[in-house]
């Protein structure tokens, strides 16, 4: 019996290793993904910057310390930056064509009609 249980506890170590370092591979796999949907919603036009910083912190809470963390990062920094120096303007950044143009004259009034000849006028 004592061989028996002297046998079973390093099985049993193994096993759980195993599947200790499944779950570690699982989440690596998963922050590595989540670091992916993090660098793709920053390249979007107007990406959402609270979801892509939590999803960088999943992959560095993974202990994923790859080169795509510091890019995600530093999009993320970048993208803040320039959101607050473009607050406040346009969309576009162009200023509306005028339908008139500034220097052009005013159309010309034309001249009072004239009473027909044969009308009578009080002078």
């Known amino acids: 019996m004592a ?3 002297a046998l079973v506890k390093p099985v049993v170590d193994v096993l759980l290793a195993l599947f200790q370092q499944g779950s570690d591979l699982k989440l690596k796999t998963n922050a590595q993904a989540a670091l992916r949907e993090a660098i793709r919603e920053l390249l979007q036009a107007n990406p ?7 999803r960088i912190a999943v992959a560095r809470a993974a202990g ?4 795509d963390v510091v890019l995600a990062e530093d999009m993320l920094q970048k993208h803040r930056a320039t959101k607050a120096r473009t607050r406040g303007k346009s969309t576009t950044g162009r200023r509306r064509a005028r339908t008139e143009p500034a220097d052009a004259d005013p159309p010309a009034r034309k001249p009072a009609a004239k009473s027909p ?5 009080s002078h």
């Open 117 to 121: 000849a044969g009308t009578p006028t």
């Open 48 to 54: 959402d910057e609270n979801r892509a910083a939590a």
């Open 64 to 67: 994923i310390l790859s080169e």
């Open 3 to 5: 061989i028996e249980a």
